[in-house]
């Protein structure tokens, strides 16, 4: 079956980065788009962008182009996020997920909590 | 950027009872519209794709319609595992959008 298996929890300082991962199984990696969502604390959702891992083609939400960066590496199925220039703003739960053959995001990551503070 | 105006906030409603939420899109979206429900602390499941399908193993009782430019999704008996918060998906078009949610309580 499918599965998402997410980084666990970071705590990070005001103006560092953070790199998070999502490790994919149960399926073909290559085969399937990545999607990263960011969910700060009591409030709805909102899309970062999503990789290609067969090509590395991304395509980007305009709001976090300069903070976030995508990546894959193929040979363990694992695709990345890294957050750049953290603020408060940024603390906040992500998760990967994954289009289904019926549905978007029909598969999600636990998710990472990241928490940013001095 | 697409809007979704999601409706309403909150609902509280009584087991058995029908309940409805509404998403209105910015602009045409065709029927690329999903809704998900999520539980505290859980990550969003997928309930219905394309405005009307029913994702796997989820149960008869939730159904999803369209009228133009506004999709709701209807409970139609209310179950004691129905609590969580409501999300409807834009998937026409980069970036896609989520409404803003509706939190679901039982009366």
């Known amino acids: 079956q499918v599965k998402l298996l997410q980084s666990g929890a970071a705590l990070v300082k005001p103006g560092d980065s953070v790199k998070m991962s999502c490790k994919a199984s149960?399926?073909?990696?290559?085969?399937?788009?990545i999607h990263w969502v960011k969910q700060s604390h009591g409030k709805s959702l909102e899309w970062i962008g999503y990789?290609?891992?067969?090509?590395?083609?991304?395509n980007y939400n305009e709001k976090f182009k300069s903070k976030a960066t995508l990546t894959v590496d193929k040979s363990s199925s694992t695709a990345y996020m890294e957050f750049s220039r953290l603020t408060s703003e940024d603390s906040a739960i992500y998760y990967c997920?994954?289009?289904?053959?019926?549905?978007?995001?029909?598969?999600w990551g636990q998710g990472t909590l990241v928490t940013v503070s001095s | 950027d697409i809007q979704m105006t999601q409706s309403p906030a909150s609902l509280s409603a009584s087991l058995e009872e029908i309940v409805t939420i509404t998403c209105q899109a910015s602009?045409?979206?065709?029927?690329?519209l999903a809704w998900y429900q999520q539980k505290p602390g859980k990550s969003p499941q997928l309930l219905i794709y394309?405005?009307?399908s029913l994702a796997d193993g989820v149960p008869s009782r939730f159904s999803g319609s369209r009228s133009g430019t506004q999709y709701s999704l209807k409970i139609s008996r209310l179950q004691v595992e129905d609590p969580g918060i409501y999300y409807c998906?834009?998937?026409?078009?980069?970036?896609?959008?989520f409404g803003s949610g509706t939190k679901l309580e039982i009366k």
């Open positions: 602009q045409d979206i065709g029927n690329w």
């Open positions: 149960g399926y073909t990696f290559t085969d399937y788009i």
């Open positions: 990789i290609n891992p067969y090509s590395g083609g991304t």
């Open positions: 394309g405005a009307t």
């Open positions: 998906l834009q998937g026409y078009s980069a970036p896609f959008t």
């Open positions: 997920a994954r289009n289904g053959i019926r549905g978007p995001f029909a598969y």
